[in-house]
Each structure stands twice: as structure tokens, then as C-alpha cells.
């Protein structure tokens, strides 16, 4: 059983264009992210969402905008793509009632804008 | 402001040697933290983590990490290397609002 889920895999898209990808998580968990991974495999966290409710936006440019219709779901939906949005984004989330700060990742999505 | 580094980008070691990959971080309280792996091509696995208590922990695949307090490091190892490890290895501090920090990744390359 997969237990961070995103599709699409892999994106190729036009500028200029709008995409989402969407993800979904079947542990239960309470926290949802978006990271993105540049060329040079840096992470850096986008947003997290917890119970629904937007936790963190890290000065993400407005295109990118996080939908989260329920607690196992957080997608990413991205207007006028550019190409500097090329990257590997990737989900994952985590239960922080318990106290374990423990975050579990997607298989990431591959978004390359020409 | 919080932060970690990992000072080696690349590391090659020949198969069978032991491994040690380094981790300092910069956090004004006692941190979590994490080493995630990440082979090529896949998502980020979770390798081991320190929340609290013995400093030496255990994690899969047979790699252990120490938390230094005095040396704000959280290194990890491994005693004898196989080939599937190579890998890119990612240590991250996190943060009670929801969000970790990654160093920015050691590259391992394993020779036959």
C-alpha cells in the first residue's frame, strides 16, 4: 500500500500554461506539505496545511495555489507556468498530535516547463 | 535563524568501507532530527531520526547516527558500505511548526 501517493509521475508542459498535481495520503496523518526540489536537489518546504488549514506559505509566488478538500488530499495547482518552475515537487505529510515530527514523502512529480 | 549543513557534497568510498556522512545544525532549542535518503529517480525514505534520549540511534538499512550536543552534529554511519547505498542523503532539522530544514545533500558514490 503506497503511503504518500502524487500523480502525475512526471509533467511536461508549455509556459504559460496551468497544471495541478495532486496528492494523497492514506496514513491518517493530519499534516499535509509541498516542497520543491531545484536542480541542484535543494528542498525547501512551499506550504503545509493542517486539518485543512493553511499552516505555512513560504513566500510562494501567488501562482502556486495549495487545495486541500480534505485531510487526505493537498494539491498543487500552478497558473501561467514558467520555466524557472522546473523542479521536482514533492508531498508528504505527518500527524503532529502525537508529538512525532516525523514527515513521510511522495514519490515526487518531475514538472519540466518548455 | 535555524539551519544545517552538510559539508561534504560529494563522498566516494569503495564498497565494504565504512561510511561517515556529516551534519552540523544551527537551532535554538533541543532539535528533531532527521537523514532521509533519496536514490535515484525516487522519493525521500526516511533513514532514522532523535527526538530525545540515547544519543546513538539506529535506523534501516543498517545505519546508525550520534547527536553531539557540544558540536551541534548529527553524523551518520555506517560500518560497511554496499553498492545500493549510493545515494544522495539528506539531513534535516525540524521544527515544531510544521516544517523541516534540509541541508542541502551529500552525493555517495560506491566503487565495485
Known amino acids: 500500500d503506497t503511503a504518500v501517493s502524487q500523480t502525475p509521475k512526471y509533467l511536461v508542459t508549455q509556459m504559460g500554461n496551468d497544471k495541478s498535481i495532486k496528492c494523497e495520503q492514506n496514513l491518517g496523518h493530519d499534516t499535509m506539505y509541498w516542497y520543491k526540489q531545484d536542480s541542484k536537489k535543494f528542498l525547501k518546504i512551499m506550504f503545509s496545511y493542517n486539518n485543512k488549514e493553511l499552516i505555512i506559505n513560504e513566500t510562494v509566488p501567488n501562482r502556486f495555489s495549495p487545495k486541500s478538500p480534505d485531510k487526505a488530499h493537498l494539491n498543487l495547482h500552478i497558473n501561467s507556468l514558467e520555466l524557472g518552475d522546473s523542479a521536482v515537487y514533492f508531498c508528504?505529510?505527518?500527524?503532529?498530535?502525537?508529538?512525532?515530527?516525523?514527515?513521510?514523502f511522495g514519490p515526487g512529480t518531475r514538472l519540466t516547463v518548455l | 535563524a535555524q539551519s544545517v549543513t552538510q559539508p561534504d557534497i560529494h563522498i566516494t568510498v569503495s564498497e565494504g568501507a565504512s561510511l561517515e556522512l556529516r551534519c552540523n545544525y544551527s537551532?535554538?532549542?533541543?532539535?528533531?532530527l532527521f537523514w532521509y535518503v533519496q536514490s535515484p529517480g525516487q522519493g525521500l525514505q526516511l533513514l532514522l531520526k532523535?527526538?530525545?534520549?540515547?544519543?546513538l540511534v539506529q535506523g534501516i538499512k543498517g545505519f546508525e547516527a550520534e547527536f553531539k550536543r557540544s558540536q551541534s552534529s548529527f553524523n551518520l554511519r555506517k560500518p560497511s558500505v554496499h553498492w545500493s547505498d549510493a545515494a544522495e542523503y539528506f539531513c534535516?532539522?525540524?521544527?515544531?511548526?510544521?516544517?523541516?530544514?534540509f541541508g542541502t545533500g551529500t552525493r555517495l558514490k560506491v566503487l565495485a
Open positions: 508528504a505529510s505527518s500527524q503532529e498530535t502525537t508529538g512525532d515530527d516525523t514527515q513521510y
Open positions: 532523535y527526538f530525545s534520549g540515547d544519543t
Open positions: 534535516a532539522v525540524g521544527e515544531r511548526t510544521y516544517k523541516y530544514i
Open positions: 537551532y535554538g532549542a533541543t532539535p528533531y
